[in-house]
């Protein structure tokens, strides 16, 4: 990950959020100031999105839980409601990312095919590799890994809430965001390995398919 990404992603993701939470609960109320404290991270990722020019299934999904999440936290009415729903919502994508994987319809496997169409490679050909034996099983695990991802957050969430109320926001947004980077990485890892296996399986033709997707 480039030095710079980082930065922003501290800068958006954390700081604003912190910045406009403390001095925007005063005059704003709660509610307000926590709803508007998510402003920030929404904008850049809409921008990384346009930016990094994902169209397609992966930023389709990531624009449908971004529009979700947003409309959840309007109508929640209060500060701490929309705290719950999060917790809700959270829960709801683990199920998804679960659901995809009982109807054996990895949704891990359109997520990899989407990264090797950014580095160059057909859909069609990535997901006709992709969907043979001896590596399709390493879709359900990328599936996997993003539905611990959202039911873990659920439950941290849920309990940060319980333990410091809504009184103490930013110490729940410290800790989610610290989550979110630590399990950036254990993502990242997943990646690393996945990537390495279908390299092992890509046939050397002369070509660098499916060489690297991370």
Do not use: C
């Amino acid at each position: 990950m480039k030095k710079h990404l980082i930065v922003s992603d501290i800068l958006f993701y954390l700081v604003l959020p912190y910045v406009i939470w403390e001095y925007g609960k005063a005059p704003l109320g709660d509610y307000w100031a926590m709803l508007l404290s998510t402003v920030p991270g929404i904008l850049y990722t809409v921008y990384r999105f346009f930016a990094e020019r994902q169209f397609n299934v992966t930023g389709l999904f990531i624009m449908a839980s971004l529009s979700i999440n947003t409309i959840i936290d309007l109508l929640s009415q209060n500060a701490e409601r929309m705290q719950q729903n999060n917790v809700w919502v959270s829960v709801g994508f683990g199920l998804f990312w679960l659901a995809t994987i009982l109807i054996k319809k990895p949704f891990g496997l359109y997520l990899m095919a989407d990264i090797a169409y950014l580095q160059g490679q057909k859909r069609e050909d990535s997901l006709k590799l992709y969907k043979q034996p001896k590596l399709l099983p390493m879709f359900y695990l990328v599936s996997f890994v993003f539905a611990m991802q959202n039911l873990i957050s659920a439950g941290l969430r849920a309990f940060l809430l319980g333990k410091y109320g809504i009184a103490q926001y930013d110490k729940i947004l410290f800790f989610m965001k610290i989550y979110g980077w630590v399990f950036t990485v254990v993502i990242m890892v997943t990646f690393v390995f996945v990537g390495m296996r279908i390299s092992e399986a890509t046939p050397d033709d002369g070509d660098d398919r499916n060489q690297s997707l991370v």
